[in-house]
């Protein structure tokens, strides 16, 4: 890949030294243009993936970041895009292929992406209430209607949490605790969220 | 008296509009053999060509990288290999070389071979099942009873390796759980011979019979250009004429000292994939044979990895920095640097990647899972309209697509 001419021809791009492949951060106003220029310049053909994130030390708290590669000279590069106010412009319209990661990026995180022509959620059912990846959303779910209301007239259920109770597999790692590795706390609220 | 009617080509044309019926939409799916697994596909019919095709995914949908943010690396194996549950061991494989890359491991060439004939057995197992069913699902049953008693030889040795038959959990960070039992190498031979044998018969029972000709020959091509603007990989892509095999472009795991070739198809259609795949069958035997004969000797494990690795069983019950080094890895997890990592391992159905980002400690905090299962079926709107409902049951075979990857 040809750094210089990228970041000559994109002064706003911040190369933020990856170890694995070259790694820039792009503004969402460049984005369609840089995603375009690697297509049609540099010969990066293929969009390998497309997933939101939640940054833990970063404003805004949401991003997108992509990963194209070249079938030619079979290399990577990946794109960070903040996405400000929740909002990140759609490369499906250069990469088709797009469509459903940028589709399950926005079940997930909610995050909004500009000129989408079919943003619905893609993993949840339509109309469920929340971006479920998100950190501040408890691991075991939240109490929500059965997606079929005639259903759940007739049976009186909802969509529960899963129970969690002494879940030997969840754990914190990295931090030692004074006891064995036990199940997160799940006493999830609006106003305390999950630490 | 006979009354006839003359009813002369151009009048029915010209009423063709007032003739035409109403569309029909019909839900394929969540639970119908030929969507293997629970996909949906609402589609609307004009008679029986299809006009419009939009899958509706999500029904198996797990949240793994949700529960991969709560839980230490290793901790994490087993549930990939639920992904694609055709080839848990390729799953395995591919998400411990993506941590390792993280964590800045270098596993010894001994563990490189060991995880190579478990990601080619894996193709396998995978392959012999898709083409199992691409035949049922045109007409064929036969051919689905040859390849799932080599299946079954394989997971008899799956059993042996690993402890279980279906979820394996072999790999962990660093290496893998134990080392090859005795013997072992030599079964997997005498296995690789048997299955040559079933991919000839095979072979002999579709590549020219006429009804198989008939449903996948010419049906639903995905050029080239179709094929990158969608981001396929795996089989799928180089049936459409794309060279290109991570295998071979981005050697992970020791690939490059293995020789074998690279199918790839001409016209992209149903039938072009069903001939990669059986291809890539005899070339996976061919790198089995030679990762089997020369395996090396040494270190199974990366020994220098102290943050990362299990100290060794004996070790742990007989002397103190081992007990300790075992406790601190089980319960703080294998400590990975800050920083990111995507990796993508060429898994029987495509490109399988993992992107995590880590902020140091044991659990990443955020684990992203590409699944080419998922990429497979987002083509489907873009290649199925225009084609007979029936066709549908080729295409999906041929895509050889599984849920549990597509949903994670």
């Known amino acids: 890949m040809d750094a210089a001419a990228l970041t000559s021809r994109f002064p706003a791009l911040r190369d933020l030294a990856g170890k694995d492949m070259p790694t820039y951060e792009a503004p969402g106003g460049d984005l369609l243009a840089v995603v375009k220029f690697l297509r049609d310049e540099q010969g990066f053909d293929l969009l390998a993936d497309l997933c939101g994130v939640e940054w833990k030390d970063r404003t805004p708290r949401f991003g997108v970041v992509i990963h194209l590669l070249t079938t030619a000279s079979k290399e990577y590069v990946r794109l960070h895009v903040p996405a400000v106010d929740d909002r990140v412009p759609s490369v499906s319209s250069l990469h088709p292929g797009a469509n459903w990661h940028e589709r399950e990026a926005y079940d997930m995180y909610g995050i909004r992406f500009d000129g989408h022509p079919d943003l619905r959620r893609i993993l949840m059912w339509d109309g469920y209430p929340y971006h479920p990846l998100r950190k501040d959303f408890p691991l075991a779910g939240i109490e929500v209607p059965l997606p079929a209301a005639d259903v759940a007239e007739v049976t009186g259920q909802a969509v529960e949490p899963a129970p969690m109770m002494g879940g030997p597999f969840v754990s914190h790692g990295g931090r030692m605790s004074e006891g064995e590795p036990s199940a997160l706390d799940q006493s999830w609220t609006e106003e305390r969220p999950k630490s | ?408």
């Open chain 2, 1 to 408: 008296m006979k009354i006839t009617k003359e009813i002369s080509i151009g009048d029915v044309a010209a009423r063709s509009e007032e003739l035409r019926g109403e569309n029909m939409t019909l839900n394929m799916g969540p639970s119908h053999p030929a969507t293997h697994g629970v996909l949906r596909l609402s589609l609307e019919l004009d008679g029986d060509k299809v006009i419009k095709c939009d899958p509706v995914i999500g029904y198996l949908h797990r949240g793994d990288e949700k529960i991969a943010e709560n839980m230490t690396y290793n901790q994490f194996v087993p549930y990939t290999d639920r992904l694609d549950y055709l080839a848990p061991l390729a799953n395995n494989v591919a998400y411990a070389i993506a941590v390792e890359r993280l964590a800045g491991v270098k596993v010894p060439e001994r563990c490189e071979a060991i995880r190579v004939v478990c990601c080619e057995m894996a193709r396998i197992s995978s392959h012999l099942l898709g083409l199992g069913v691409y035949a049922m699902d045109t007409g064929a049953w036969t051919v689905f009873m040859y390849t799932f008693n080599e299946r079954e030889k394989l997971y008899t040795l799956f059993e042996e390796l690993t402890g279980a038959r279906f979820t394996t959990s072999y790999t962990r960070v660093g290496g893998v759980t134990r080392d090859l039992p005795e013997g072992w190498l030599a079964k997997v031979d005498v296995f690789c011979d048997g299955v040559l044998r079933t991919v000839d018969e095979v072979d002999r029972l579709l590549t020219r019979n006429g009804i198989f000709l008939e449903r996948t020959e010419g049906v639903a091509p995905i050029s080239k250009e179709l094929a990158l603007a969608y981001g396929l990989t795996g089989a799928n892509l180089r049936a459409s004429g794309v060279p290109f095999d991570l295998r071979k472009d981005k050697p992970y795991s020791g690939y490059e000292r293995y020789d074998f070739d690279v199918a790839v198809g001409t016209k992209g259609d149903c039938f072009d994939r069903y001939l990669v795949r059986m291809e890539e069958l005899r070339q996976s035997v061919r790198i089995l044979r030679q990762a089997v004969r020369g395996m090396p000797g040494g270190a199974w494990y990366a020994e220098d990895a102290k943050k990362v690795f299990l100290p060794p069983k004996a070790k742990v019950l007989t002397r103190m920095e081992e007990l300790i080094q075992n406790f601190m890895l089980v319960t703080e997890g294998p400590q990975v640097p800050p920083g990111e990592v995507y990796f993508e391992a060429e898994n029987p159905k495509g490109s399988l990647g993992f992107y995590v980002v880590s902020h140091g400690g044991g659990v990443p905090w955020r684990l992203r899972i590409r699944g080419p299962s998922f990429v497979a079926l987002s083509i489907l709107p873009a290649v199925v309209p225009g084609n007979y409902l029936t066709d549908i049951a080729s295409v999906l075979g041929s895509l050889d697509f599984v849920m549990g990857e597509c949903d994670r």
